[in-house]
Protein backbone atom coordinates (compact mmCIF):
# COMPACT_ATOMS: atom_id res chain seq x y z
CA UNK A 1 0.00 0.00 0.00
CA UNK A 2 1.46 3.36 0.57
CA UNK A 3 4.92 3.62 2.61
CA UNK A 4 5.07 5.65 5.49
CA UNK A 5 7.18 8.95 3.49
CA UNK A 6 4.56 8.68 0.87
CA UNK A 7 1.58 9.45 3.74
CA UNK A 8 1.63 13.31 3.31
CA UNK A 9 1.93 13.53 -0.19
CA UNK A 10 -0.81 11.33 -0.64
CA UNK A 11 -2.45 13.39 1.69
CA UNK A 12 -1.91 16.37 -0.21
CA UNK A 13 -3.19 14.30 -3.87
CA UNK A 14 -6.77 14.35 -1.89
CA UNK A 15 -6.50 18.05 -0.98
CA UNK A 16 -6.51 17.18 2.24
CA UNK A 17 -3.94 19.39 5.16
CA UNK A 18 -1.64 16.82 6.38
CA UNK A 19 -1.31 16.72 10.32
CA UNK A 20 0.54 15.16 12.71
CA UNK A 21 -3.30 13.36 13.51
CA UNK A 22 -4.08 12.73 10.04
CA UNK A 23 -0.76 11.59 9.03
CA UNK A 24 -0.58 9.01 11.89
CA UNK A 25 -4.16 7.62 11.20
CA UNK A 26 -3.64 7.13 6.83
CA UNK A 27 -0.79 5.21 8.12
CA UNK A 28 -2.78 3.14 10.14
CA UNK A 29 -5.39 3.04 7.12
CA UNK A 30 -3.24 2.47 4.46
CA UNK A 31 -0.49 0.20 5.80
CA UNK A 32 -2.06 -2.65 3.64
CA UNK A 33 -5.30 -3.94 2.35
CA UNK A 34 -7.96 -4.06 4.93
CA UNK A 35 -11.37 -3.20 6.76
CA UNK A 36 -11.54 -1.39 10.68
CA UNK A 37 -13.65 -0.04 12.73
CA UNK A 38 -13.59 3.78 14.39
CA UNK A 39 -12.42 1.93 17.67
CA UNK A 40 -9.82 -0.04 16.29
CA UNK A 41 -8.40 2.70 14.07
CA UNK A 42 -8.24 5.19 17.88
CA UNK A 43 -6.79 1.78 19.53
CA UNK A 44 -3.90 1.19 16.43
CA UNK A 45 -3.05 4.92 16.63
CA UNK A 46 -2.95 5.49 20.41
CA UNK A 47 -0.40 2.88 20.69
CA UNK A 48 2.53 5.46 20.88
CA UNK A 49 3.26 8.25 23.09
CA UNK A 50 0.75 10.63 21.35
CA UNK A 51 -2.61 10.44 21.70
CA UNK A 52 -5.48 10.69 19.67
CA UNK A 53 -9.02 11.62 20.96
CA UNK A 54 -11.57 9.86 19.61
CA UNK A 55 -13.30 12.61 17.90
CA UNK A 56 -10.54 13.41 16.00
CA UNK A 57 -9.92 9.90 14.59
CA UNK A 58 -14.22 9.88 13.78
CA UNK A 59 -14.12 13.42 12.32
CA UNK A 60 -10.29 12.24 10.22
CA UNK A 61 -12.04 9.37 8.88
CA UNK A 62 -15.39 11.46 7.62
CA UNK A 63 -12.95 13.60 6.13
CA UNK A 64 -10.56 10.23 4.21
CA UNK A 65 -13.94 9.30 3.34
CA UNK A 66 -15.21 12.78 1.79
CA UNK A 67 -12.23 12.99 -0.18
CA UNK A 68 -12.08 9.32 -1.58
CA UNK A 69 -8.94 8.45 -0.13
CA UNK A 70 -11.22 5.40 1.88
CA UNK A 71 -14.58 3.75 1.28
CA UNK A 72 -16.72 3.41 4.36
CA UNK A 73 -18.94 0.34 4.33
CA UNK A 74 -22.12 0.23 6.49
CA UNK A 75 -22.87 -3.57 7.81
CA UNK A 76 -26.09 -2.01 9.65
CA UNK A 77 -26.27 0.75 11.83
CA UNK A 78 -24.18 -0.81 14.59
CA UNK A 79 -21.09 -2.19 12.19
CA UNK A 80 -19.54 0.34 10.15
CA UNK A 81 -15.91 -0.46 8.74
CA UNK A 82 -13.49 1.94 6.70
CA UNK A 83 -11.82 -0.05 3.58
CA UNK A 84 -8.64 1.23 2.41
CA UNK A 85 -9.13 -0.50 -1.06
CA UNK A 86 -11.09 2.17 -3.07
CA UNK A 87 -11.36 -0.25 -5.85
CA UNK A 88 -14.70 -0.40 -7.17
CA UNK A 89 -15.56 -4.07 -4.54
CA UNK A 90 -18.17 -6.07 -2.37
CA UNK A 91 -18.01 -8.08 1.11
CA UNK A 92 -18.89 -10.61 3.18
CA UNK A 93 -19.43 -10.33 6.63
CA UNK A 94 -18.95 -13.08 8.91
CA UNK A 95 -21.67 -12.13 11.54
CA UNK A 96 -20.21 -14.94 14.10
CA UNK A 97 -16.67 -13.30 13.59
CA UNK A 98 -17.30 -9.87 13.11
CA UNK A 99 -14.72 -9.98 10.28
CA UNK A 100 -15.51 -8.01 7.04
CA UNK A 101 -13.60 -9.69 4.03
CA UNK A 102 -13.33 -8.54 0.19
CA UNK A 103 -15.16 -10.49 -2.27
CA UNK A 104 -12.42 -11.39 -5.28
CA UNK A 105 -14.58 -12.55 -7.78
CA UNK A 106 -14.65 -9.49 -10.67
CA UNK A 107 -17.32 -11.57 -12.14
CA UNK A 108 -19.62 -10.52 -9.92
CA UNK A 109 -23.07 -9.45 -11.86
CA UNK A 110 -25.78 -7.23 -10.59
CA UNK A 111 -28.75 -7.66 -12.66
CA UNK A 112 -32.62 -6.18 -12.87
CA UNK A 113 -31.44 -2.71 -10.79
CA UNK A 114 -34.76 -1.07 -10.51
CA UNK A 115 -35.59 2.38 -12.25
CA UNK A 116 -34.28 5.34 -10.34
CA UNK A 117 -36.24 8.12 -8.72
CA UNK A 118 -36.65 10.90 -10.45
CA UNK A 119 -33.76 13.22 -10.52
CA UNK A 120 -31.36 11.38 -9.62
CA UNK A 121 -28.37 9.17 -10.73
CA UNK A 122 -26.15 6.16 -9.20
CA UNK A 123 -23.19 6.59 -7.18
CA UNK A 124 -22.48 3.49 -7.01
CA UNK A 125 -24.03 -0.34 -5.85
CA UNK A 126 -22.42 -1.94 -2.22
CA UNK A 127 -23.50 -5.33 -1.80
CA UNK A 128 -22.52 -6.89 2.14
CA UNK A 129 -23.33 -10.40 2.17
CA UNK A 130 -23.89 -11.94 5.51
CA UNK A 131 -22.67 -15.20 6.22
CA UNK A 132 -22.38 -17.11 9.76
CA UNK A 133 -20.25 -20.46 10.45
CA UNK A 134 -21.59 -23.51 10.15
CA UNK A 135 -22.09 -25.18 13.52
Do not use: C, W
Not at 104 to 129: H, S
Amino acid sequence: MVGGEQIGQVLKNHTIRPTVQRIDIARVLLAKPQHLSADQVFGLVNTKDELVSKATVYNTLNLFVDKGLINQVVVDSRYIFYDSNTESHHHFYNEDTGLLQDIEDEGTLIKNIPGLPKNTVQTGIDVVIRVKNQS
